[in-house]
């Protein structure tokens, strides 16, 4: 599944910076999310496929804050990069005459900037406020990774504030997002409904289905992962969850993408007669 993760992420950025025809900032935005997808999987996974290796079932206090902060940034930057691409294509289907204006090149950059900062921002206070904290006891992390909830359960003081700011994040880089995706795609669909050929509301509706099931399997993978119950889970869920979203972003874009099979044609027949040459 990881090396899925690295090759179909890795091809979606390749063929939307070598292929002129996908810059745009659609495809501007899917290959920082490829690569966000590539950072965030390889913050853990090398270390846990490692693992089976050795005997070595450890990390170092300076590794799990590391692990932390990667993992918790990237999070909360795709939180905010797919409400960002929802924007996208709301204003392509509601105001595609003023979508070149809108959506220029001085407009999306800094919102896919914009994405990587308040992500990075938000993990360096959290992870900054949980390793302040003391810790005692085995240091057991019952969770594949150094995920920040599991660590706290570890602390031997107060994590009331860790609690508030945490809840606070949550609602900034959760439910605002999910609020401005569920409004956009509410407008999106009042203005599909208008459209009078039936030709019209199925191109309407395919330049959007990649983006909201992607967006329904994040969501629904943090929902499984954090509202199920807290009873032990033998059937190591929670790390094929980790990897999952990775991995089927790349598929479903590309698939059901015809722009995406073309441009990875073309590059592949550039490489090719670079060769022949």
């Not at 599991?150 to 949550?170: G, H, P, Q, R």
Request: hydrophobic letters at 50%.
């Amino acid at each position: 599944m990881y090396l899925v993760i690295l090759l179909g992420n890795g091809v979606i950025i390749i063929v939307s910076v070598c292929d002129t025809h996908l810059h745009t900032p659609m495809y501007f935005f899917l290959s920082n999310l490829s690569f966000l997808d590539i950072c965030y999987t390889s913050s853990s996974i090398p270390l846990f496929l490692s693992s089976f290796l050795t005997s070595k079932k450890t990390i170092s206090f300076s590794g799990c804050g590391v692990q932390m902060f990667l993992s918790f940034a990237m999070g909360a930057t795709e939180c905010v990069l797919l409400s960002m691409m929802a924007f996208d294509r709301y204003v392509a289907i509601c105001n595609p005459l003023r979508y070149s204006i809108i959506m220029s090149r001085t407009s999306y950059v800094p919102m896919a900037a914009g994405s990587w900062i308040a992500g990075g921002v938000n993990s360096m206070l959290q992870t900054s406020l949980a390793m302040r904290l003391p810790f005692c006891g085995d240091n057991i992390i019952t969770h594949f990774t150094c995920e920040i909830l599991a660590v706290l359960k570890l602390a031997c003081a107060d994590i009331s504030i860790n609690v508030i700011s945490m809840a606070i994040a949550n609602i900034i880089f959760l439910v605002v997002p999910v609020l401005f995706i569920f409004v956009s795609y509410v407008f999106i669909l009042s203005t599909t409904l208008k459209i009078p050929s039936a030709e019209g509301k199925r191109k309407a509706f395919s330049t959007c289905s990649a983006h909201l099931t992607v967006v329904i399997i994040f969501y629904g993978t943090i929902l499984f992962m954090y509202a199920k119950p807290k009873a032990k889970d033998s059937s190591g869920a929670d790390k094929v969850q980790g990897v999952v979203t990775p991995m089927l972003n790349p598929l479903i874009y590309s698939l059901r993408n015809k722009d995406v099979k073309e441009a990875m044609k073309n590059v592949l027949c550039q490489k090719c007669s670079s060769e022949r040459m």
